[in-house]
């Protein structure tokens, strides 16, 4: 017969999850800038080793998008990136 007694750590006030209050614990209250502004650099590099005869023996492309975002308070943010080209062979709008 194994008992096990559990023991309560009583601390203040309840307080209401996160997800009530939209709270985050990584961003300070009260953030004001005089303009809401995003910055996006998109920024890509291609490599690429061709054979003495022309022929490409290896490619790639390799990209980062970097963010600067100087916005005020908590507001929300959406940001789409589209491939055009594949929309027009698919016929999507």
Known sequence: YI???????EVGA??????????VSWRSEGIKYRKNEVFMDVIESVNLLVSA???VLRSEIVGSIK????????PELRLGLNDKVLFELTGSK
């Open 3 to 9: 008992t096990q007694q559990g023991h309560k750590l």
């Open 53 to 55: 005869n022309g022929s």
């Open 67 to 74: 963010l600067k975002v100087v916005l005020s308070g908590m």
């Open 14 to 23: 309840p307080r209401p999850p996160a997800t009530v209050t939209n709270a």
